[in-house]
């Protein structure tokens, strides 16, 4: 079993930055793709960056692609998203996923879920 808890979501304005973590309770962090999904109110869920295993390659969606960038520490447990250049339409809940045997984009891939940060971004 995986437990995930994100945080540093927050209120930032437009052409800010954030960063938020995830942090995982799990035996071993390091067999696990880990993945931000983020979701608007009255949209679907939708993928925004996944990396891989070792942290030596990721994949954007390109509504982020050159703004945001993920990464990981398998020594915490934990992967970031540094959000850099906010837009109004990044305001959503920001959910990290992990998975044992994907590093896809399709949500319903992913085995283990957070609770999810709101970012809201004001123009």
């Known amino acids: 079993q995986v437990q995930l808890v994100e945080s540093g979501g927050g209120l930032v304005q437009a052409g800010g930055s954030l960063r938020l973590s995830c942090v995982a309770s799990?035996?071993?962090?390091?067999?696990?793709?880990m993945a931000w999904f983020r979701q608007a109110p009255g949209r679907d869920r939708e993928f925004v960056a996944v990396i891989s295993r070792s942290g030596t390659s990721a994949y954007y969606a390109d509504s982020v692609k050159g703004r945001f960038t993920i990464s990981r520490d398998n020594a915490k447990k934990a992967v970031y998203l540094q959000m850099n250049s906010l837009k109004s339409e990044d305001t959503a809940v920001y959910y990290c996923?992990?998975?044992?045997?994907?590093?896809?984009?399709?949500?319903?891939?992913?085995?283990?879920w957070g609770q999810g940060t709101q970012v809201t971004v004001s123009s």
């Open positions: 996923a992990a998975d044992r045997s994907s590093t896809g984009t399709i949500a319903t891939m992913y085995d283990y």
């Open positions: 799990v035996r071993t962090f390091s067999i696990y793709a």
